[in-house]
């Protein structure tokens, strides 16, 4: 129902894509940052959690990513984290 205010979730795939991502089910607006080879490529900032079945809304890296970081609203702009930014991902197994 909540992530706390340094948390987020961490998915993980085997070969760079453009991998789509939705918000049904969510209960808060977050921040997805996508992830290729250590390098973010792309953020969608403050993704709604509101959701239409109807007519759902996808969302898409502009590049190739193989992980996608999903963090609280505004947690990319209050932590001045930017498209070309590097990320250590040494201990993520």
Do not use: C, Q
Not at 9 to 34: G, K, Q, S, V
């Amino acid at each position: 129902k909540n992530l706390e205010a340094n948390k987020g979730m961490l998915f993980i795939f085997t070969i760079a894509d453009f991998y789509r991502f939705w918000m049904p089910d969510m209960h808060f607006p977050i921040d997805i940052i996508w992830i290729n080879n250590n390098t973010i490529v792309d953020i969608s900032h403050n993704v709604s959690n509101k959701f239409d079945p109807a007519n759902p809304k996808f969302y898409f890296p502009v590049k190739k990513a193989n992980y996608v970081l999903e963090v609280n609203a505004s947690f990319s702009k209050k932590n001045n984290i930017k498209i070309g930014d590097s990320v250590n991902l040494s201990n993520v197994k």
